[in-house]
């Protein structure tokens, strides 16, 4: 069974930056792709950002310049930094890994950007 963790999160500052990141585990292949979701209260998820096997990324038009992920030192784990954070930037950060058969998400972890 695929288990995908998210770690990081908190409440930051406008201006300020934050680290998320993400594993998936439980099974002995890279995934296709990994990326962050995220939900504001009311709103509906949206990418953020995400990265395939190969190290092609892409952004969200709102975070572009600002974010920036990458993998960690295997391609089971990835990173979201999180820099000139918004108050808009707030939300539940969902981490997704894809695999050829289905995509597996994690619980969430909470962002909050005061102002």
């Known amino acids: 069974q695929v288990r995908v963790v998210e770690s990081g999160g908190g409440t930051v500052q406008t201006g300020g930056s934050l680290r998320l990141s993400c594993a998936a585990s439980g099974i002995d292949l890279s995934p296709n792709g990994m990326g962050w979701n995220r939900q504001a209260p009311g709103e509906q998820r949206e990418l953020v950002a995400g990265?395939?096997?190969?190290?092609?990324?892409g952004y969200a038009d709102s975070v572009k310049g600002r974010f920036t992920i990458s993998r960690g030192n295997t391609k089971n784990r990835i990173d979201l930094e999180m820099n000139s954070l918004k108050p808009e930037d707030s939300g539940v950060y969902y981490c997704y890994a894809q695999y050829h058969w289905g995509t597996y998400w994690g619980q969430g972890t909470q962002v909050t950007v005061s102002s």
């Open positions: 990265i395939t096997d190969v190290g092609r990324t």
